[in-house]
């Protein structure tokens, strides 16, 4: 069984999602898994490849035009992370015997074992709380901690499919720990959170986009 595929809560089999990129996704195992010797591993090395290419197009166009080229930057990843959650989530109920936090716990699930391509170990907290550890993270071994900055954007567009779907309300994400910063695991809370709550993570987005930008000014006097 794929890692992706199991959950121990009973109400998993009732979540239902797209797989995201759906048609590029049936070939590569139709045509290409199933038919050549093609390694997969080799699809971390491409990956990488990409997510390095997004560290460095957000570091330049900061350096050549500050404010304006970060959030140009800033708001295309976020598009891209809005686009992938509406894929997930495209014509997706919540059954009524689904708690909010089973729902959201599940949505984050599709995003960190398939979207990520991570190990994961989930856990529903309470009715208002549910978290997570990234075990593995293809990135591990080649982002800084700062670096992890750029999956902000990612997550904030996933988020907004989410809220868009209107089958959950006033939940928060927190990034607690991460690995390239030294922890064993990435661990994250969602929680129902204040909108207090909210503008802090806008907040430390912001203090994150300052303090690129001071580095770069730095660099030039």
Not at 68 to 78: F, I
Not at 125 to 148: G, K, T
Request: charged letters at 25%.
């Amino acid at each position: 069984m794929s890692h992706w595929k199991h959950r121990p809560e009973a109400a998993w089999k009732d979540f239902h999602f797209n797989q995201p990129y759906e048609k590029g996704l049936t070939r590569l195992r139709e045509e290409v898994l199933a038919k050549t010797d093609f390694d997969p591993a080799v699809l971390w090395q491409w990956g990488t490849m990409q997510g390095m290419a997004v560290i460095r197009i957000l570091k330049d166009c900061e350096k050549r035009w500050g404010k304006e080229g970060q959030q140009v930057v800033a708001e295309a990843l976020k598009q891209t992370g809005l686009d992938i959650g509406r894929q997930v989530l495209k014509n997706v109920t919540r059954p009524e015997t689904m708690s909010e936090a089973e729902f959201i716990s599940f949505f984050a699930t599709v995003v960190n074992r398939i979207v990520y391509a991570s190990l994961e170990a989930p856990q529903i907290d309470s009715p208002d709380q549910v978290s997570f550890d990234i075990l593995w993270c293809p990135h591990q071994e080649n982002y800084r901690a700062f670096d992890c900055r750029v999956q902000r954007y990612l997550v904030q567009g996933m988020l907004e499919a989410l809220e868009e779907t209107g089958m959950t309300e006033g939940f928060q994400l927190r990034f607690d720990c991460t690995i390239p910063a030294g922890a064993q695991t990435c661990h994250f809370t969602i929680w129902q959170g204040s909108e207090e709550e909210k503008k802090a993570w806008d907040e430390y987005t912001r203090q994150l986009e300052e303090k690129a930008l001071s580095g770069n000014r730095a660099e030039n006097t």
